[in-house]
């Protein structure tokens, strides 16, 4: 029987169309997927941040309760030093406010330091918090972009589809049969053009039987490498025609 090649460059460049969109049907979601993903893991830092600010706080509150503890302890040395009854005596509490002086200011010190950390905490937990609002405002926005695209993608799948059933019912069903088989096989396209000897669909050459096959145009040929029905390019064909 005689072929129709318009019909079969036309199914083919279905096959394209309909590869196309549902790429892009399968792409958004897993768009959209990695955007979550990443306010989930903001959200997760900003919790870790929050936790180890309660540390540091806790850290900072007991350095206080040591802080008044000292000053407790070295007022009621002063008194005692005041009552003092000699010399020795006096030099003897001299030498331990001294020395609860000493470790007062270094953990002075330290409390000064956890403070400049406890505000670094509060920076970093005000800028990951900003990132969560302006990463879910994003999200937002793209959602709405993308999910616009997706219906779009969705309803010229669906006229793209019809279209391709209209076709294949103007083919002869043997042949609509092993498009399909070969659809099935390939995953993405039946249909391969040729151009200057070589298959597009799987980038090897072909036999130059196998051009004068096409040439014919009186049955289907496959490709021997792919197994997709081949079809000469509209330039190739406009060469030979
Ligand atoms: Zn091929």
């Known amino acids: ?100 002086n000493e470790k007062k200011s270094t953990l002075e010190t330290s409390i000064l330091m956890g403070m400049e950390q406890v505000d670094k905490q509060l920076a970093e937990i005000n800028e990951t918090s900003n990132q969560v609002l302006k990463a879910e405002e994003d999200f937002i926005a793209f959602s709405e972009e993308v999910d616009g695209e997706y219906e779009k993608a969705t309803r010229q799948l669906e006229a793209e589809e019809k279209a391709c059933a209209d076709l294949l019912e103007s083919i002869d069903s043997d042949i609509v049969k092993q498009y399909q088989r070969i659809l099935k096989h390939t995953g993405d396209t039946a249909i391969a053009e040729v151009e200057g000897n070589i298959c597009l669909g799987c980038g090897m050459g072909v036999r130059a039987q196998t051009l004068n096959e096409l040439l014919a145009c009186n049955d289907v040929v496959i490709c021997q490498t792919c197994q997709r029905i081949l079809i000469l390019s509209e330039e190739e064909a406009a060469k030979y025609c």
């Open 1 to 100: 029987m005689k072929l129709d090649p318009n019909i079969l460059r036309e199914l083919s460049k279905k096959d394209l169309a309909l590869q196309e969109l549902r790429a892009i049907r399968e792409e958004i979601p897993k768009k959209k997927r990695d955007r979550e993903l990443i306010i989930e893991n903001l959200k997760e830092k900003f919790i870790e941040q929050e936790e180890s600010l309660k540390e540091k706080q806790k850290a900072s509150d007991s350095s206080d309760l040591d802080l008044k503890d000292f000053e407790e302890r070295i007022n009621k040395l002063l008194i005692q030093r005041n009552l003092a009854k000699s010399n020795p005596e006096m030099a003897a509490f001299n030498h331990q406010i001294a020395l609860l």
